[in-house]
């Protein structure tokens, strides 16, 4: 089956520092990845759909310049969580539709940010 | 009006029994649902996606979807404590937005012994 791998599983920064995530198809070519957050005993937010080789699509209310995506090959997004506060403290999560046709996403295993 | 929503839970079943969720969405372009199960700390697995309306069924899992009354449920048959988990309905609009999900809240289900 597809496997999309995040990298790292879970991350301690700073506030105000910087943080990368990855999000990377195994196994197949991703022209879209998804990229969720999760709050505690809360469900799925939707932040961004990442597009390979064009400019990310941000959710309402998701602040693009805070959260830099880039998606530069087809089995590679990237997720960088800028100026880290408190408040960002979550479980990122992302996802990767294979290359034409329709078919569904798969996901990654999750990567929890605690910024202290 | 929320996009999607999930019977609110926790539910609690008996171990052997079958668990019932429910889901109904407002977005009557949707035409791709699925269920997914969630454990603590953990990342979404699928279990079942349905597409048309009527039943789907794979192994003690069984999804129905009714597009006309925007309803879709999930039941499992012959619940084990391993089952225990948050239960999240998702849809999106398909075409290009495919893999574009939409998740209801989740429910808590609990199986006990």
């Known amino acids: 089956g597809a496997v999309v791998s995040q990298h790292p599983s879970w991350v301690i920064c700073k506030s105000g520092t910087s943080v990368k995530i990855e999000c990377r198809s195994l196994?197949?070519?991703?022209?879209?990845m998804f990229w969720y957050r999760q709050f505690p005993k809360q469900s799925l937010m939707l932040m961004a759909t990442?597009?390979?080789?064009?400019?990310?699509?941000?959710e309402q209310g998701v602040e693009k310049d805070k959260f830099l995506i880039n998606h530069a090959s087809l089995t590679l997004s990237t997720l960088t969580v800028t100026s880290a506060h408190p408040e960002d403290s979550s479980f990122y999560i992302c996802?990767?539709?294979?290359?034409?046709?329709?078919?569904?996403?798969?996901f990654g295993q999750g990567t929890r940010l605690t910024v202290v | 009006q929320k996009e999607v929503e999930q019977n609110s839970g926790p539910l609690s079943v008996p171990e052997g029994a079958i668990a019932s969720l429910n889901c109904t969405y407002s977005?009557?372009?949707?035409?791709?649902f699925f269920w997914y199960r969630q454990y603590s700390g953990k990342s979404p697995e699928l279990i079942m996606s349905?597409?048309?309306?009527g039943d789907k069924e794979d192994g003690r899992f069984t999804a129905q979807l009714n597009k006309a009354s925007q309803y879709v449920s999930l039941l499992i048959r012959d619940s084990q404590p391993s089952d225990s988990a948050t239960y999240l309905c998702?849809?999106?609009?398909?075409?290009?937005?495919?893999?574009?999900?939409?998740f209801g809240q989740g429910t808590i289900l609990t199986v006990h012994p």
């Open positions: 996802s990767a539709r294979a290359t034409g046709g329709n078919t569904e996403a798969f």
């Open positions: 196994d197949f070519q991703a022209t879209t």
């Open positions: 990442s597009n390979e080789g064009s400019k990310a699509t941000y």
């Open positions: 977005d009557r372009v949707s035409q791709s």
């Open positions: 349905i597409y048309s309306n």
């Open positions: 998702a849809f999106n609009a398909g075409g290009t937005s495919y893999g574009k999900l939409t």
